[in-house]
T-cell receptor, first 114, second 113 residues
Framework: AQSVSQHNHHVILSEAASLELGCNYS??????LFWYVQYPGQHLQLLLK??????LVKGIKGFEAEFIKSKFSFNLRKPSVQWSDTAEYFC????????????FGKGTTLSVSS | DVKVTQSSRYLVKRTGEKVFLECVQD?????MFWYRQDPGLGLRLIYF???????EKGDIPEGYSVSREKKERFSLILESASTNQTSMYLC????????????FGSGTRLTVV
């Protein structure tokens, strides 16, 4: 079964700082990868996803993620964070086969100070 | 606008009660899922279903059961609610093949007292 590990539980940054949130997964086969964001008091929103092709994926609000297959990683990046990026971020993985489900990491809380 | 609808936004139940959480999707998705979200633990998969009357255990099925009698409806049942089942419950649906297109409901915050 697949699993997801997010390295940072809580990240605190100042505005304009660069962001990188780590995500590693464990599964030997082909996977699809996702980053979701949950702003305070709001629902989960999809930031970006990787299915195949270019391993550098661009999402909404200036976020991007790079799939490195050899490292089983899918780290999320943003060159310059804003106060409005304060949220909880979840990495998720699903094995590319029938009968499986999306599995989430424990989440990383990002706090951005203005 | 396609959606996943959870019947209740907030619920308060007593210990030992049988609790039903209902979820309906209008996207003709094959797959449906129940997760619970707790601070510091992320979203954990309780059960999922990839077809009518089919179900699969997720990572934390103990204390829960599910029912899927129709394609669009997936119910989560707490047979005898306990305080450690106080949580946010999220329903989701998806296609059975990539790109899966997961859609989440707005959640039910259940408090067991």
């Amino acid at each position: 079964a697949q699993s997801v590990s997010q390295h940072n539980h809580h990240v605190i940054l100042s505005e304009a700082a660069s962001l990188e949130l780590g995500c590693n997964y464990s599964y030997g086969g082909t996977v699809n990868l996702f980053w979701y964001v949950q702003y305070p008091g709001q629902h989960l929103q999809l930031l970006l996803k990787y299915f195949s092709g270019d391993p550098l994926v661009k999402g909404i609000k200036g976020f991007e993620a790079e799939f490195i297959k050899s490292k089983f990683s899918f780290n999320l990046r943003k060159p310059s964070v804003q106060w409005s990026d304060t949220a909880e971020y979840f990495c998720a993985v699903i094995a590319n086969q029938a009968g499986t489900a999306l599995i989430f990491g424990k989440g990383t809380t990002l706090s951005v100070s203005s | 606008d396609v959606k996943v609808t959870q019947s209740s936004r907030y619920l308060v139940k007593r210990t030992g009660e049988k609790v039903f959480l209902e979820c309906v999707q209008d996207m003709d998705h094959e797959n449906m899922f129940w997760y619970r979200q707790d601070p510091g633990l992320g979203l954990r998969l309780i059960y999922f279903s990839y077809d009518v009357k089919m179900k699969e255990k997720g990572d934390i099925p103990e204390g829960y059961s599910v029912s899927r009698e129709k394609k669009e409806r997936f119910s989560l049942i707490l047979e005898s609610a306990s305080t450690n089942q106080t949580s946010m419950y999220l329903c989701a649906s998806s296609r059975s093949t990539a790109p899966y297109g997961y859609t989440f409901g707005s959640g039910t915050r259940l408090t067991v007292v």
